[in-house]
């Protein structure tokens, strides 16, 4: 199985939605919080091309984008073969 990595602030619904998505799948994941910590926000923003909005998720070395593109990969039947390394 694929490491998982989200970055995440405590009162985001799309993180929360993410969240549930991956416990849902016993996804087991990395929470990274970046609501007060401007270093690992800009660490998050330099592995995700810029973008500033949480969540931003990684599944392996890829980036998945937000909640929105995790939950399309869900509904494409994608997400679980990336989550297993395939």
Known sequence: MSKVTIYTTPFCPYCHSAKALLRRKNVEFSEIDVSYDADERQRMMAKANG????????????????????????????LDPLLAGA
Not at 51 to 78: C, M, N, Y
């Open 51 to 78: 973008r500033r909005t949480v969540p931003q998720i990684f599944i392996g070395e890829t980036h998945v984008g937000g909640s929105d593109e995790l939950h399309a990969l869900d509904r494409q039947g994608k």
